[in-house]
């Protein structure tokens, strides 16, 4: 009863921290490579050039999400829910946390491992 709400602004603190920690970093990085659309990819060797502009995940979903259409208008008025833009950024997100989850289980059974010897 009592520790719940002596840690409430620890808590809050820390969820701000976490939320303005992750809007700057994927700032930083939009900023830092160029805020390309485009893959560089040429078909000639080596198909990838390490110089040229790139977008990350996190920076796509920061870009285009405010600009991502959830439905498309018909010619009479009316809307279609034609979100697939929308969608896909939400499955780089899935794509995104699922990568995240992944380094979490592994960083967590290495920590385990270490711990037992």
Known sequence: KVVL???????????LLGIGRAVGETMAV????GHSINIPFDSTAPYFHPLESVR??????AA???EAPRLS???DGTYNVDARHYQALFAIGIVLFSI?????????FVVKGIRKK
Not at 56 to 61: N, S, V, Y
């Open 5 to 15: 709400p002596a840690a409430k602004s620890g808590l809050l603190a820390a969820v």
């Open 30 to 33: 939009l900023m830092a490579t």
């Open 56 to 61: 990350t995940l996190t920076a796509t979903i």
């Open 64 to 66: 285009e999400l405010g």
């Open 73 to 75: 208008p018909n010619a």
């Open 100 to 108: 995240t989850f992944v380094i979490n289980m592994i960083a967590d």
